[in-house]
């Protein structure tokens, strides 16, 4: 015959340590940034950039695609084609 067993005597097993433990994270101080000369309050003027000049930094050749007008275009041998909707300036 089976005998019930009282569970609460019976001792139980602790969960493992996790392996890894990510180190604390380092301390951060804020600094001020050094003047910058030729100005009177020391922080530079942002300047706000045009859609062309946003497309060349992003790898883009800067020109608008006459269908979409996203400022999407790369080129694509002597020509350039819109990455976003396809069409090319004229080459095939």
Do not use: H
Request: net charge negative; glycine share 10%.
């Amino acid at each position: 015959m089976a005998q019930w067993v009282d569970q609460s005597d019976i001792p139980r097993a602790e969960p493992p340590a996790p392996a890894f433990e990510p180190p604390a994270a380092p301390s951060v101080t804020a600094r001020a940034a050094p003047p910058i000369s030729g100005g009177s309050s020391g922080l530079a003027q942002a300047k706000a950039l045009s859609a062309s000049e946003m497309a060349r930094l992003k790898g883009y050749e800067g020109d608008s695609c006459g269908d979409c007008g996203q400022f999407t275009m790369v080129p694509n041998g002597t020509c350039l084609k819109c990455i976003t909707c396809g069409t090319t300036t004229g080459c095939s």
